[in-house]
């Protein structure tokens, strides 16, 4: 079973998340629909950007540790 954290780190719930912030504010200030649109867009893009180069950063961590270990497993690519 999945943890918390993962649960909510996750890039579908971000979007989600940023989906239904926009759709709430819409639902407040409909004159302002179009901006809070624009605006869930760019904050799931800079959400995905960031959980994508944190994401790359631990396989290579991961990968760089097995290297240094001398692990001849088939995931750490030799």
Known sequence: MRSFL?????RKFLVALAVQVAAVAALFWPNQQQ????AA???????IMLLAALGYGQIE????ASAANGDQS????T
């Open 41 to 47: 867009v760019r904050i799931s893009a800079l959400a």
């Open 61 to 64: 961590s991961k990968t760089d």
């Open 74 to 77: 088939p995931s750490s690519g």
């Open 35 to 38: 901006q809070f649109n624009d």
């Open 6 to 10: 993962e649960r909510i780190s996750s």
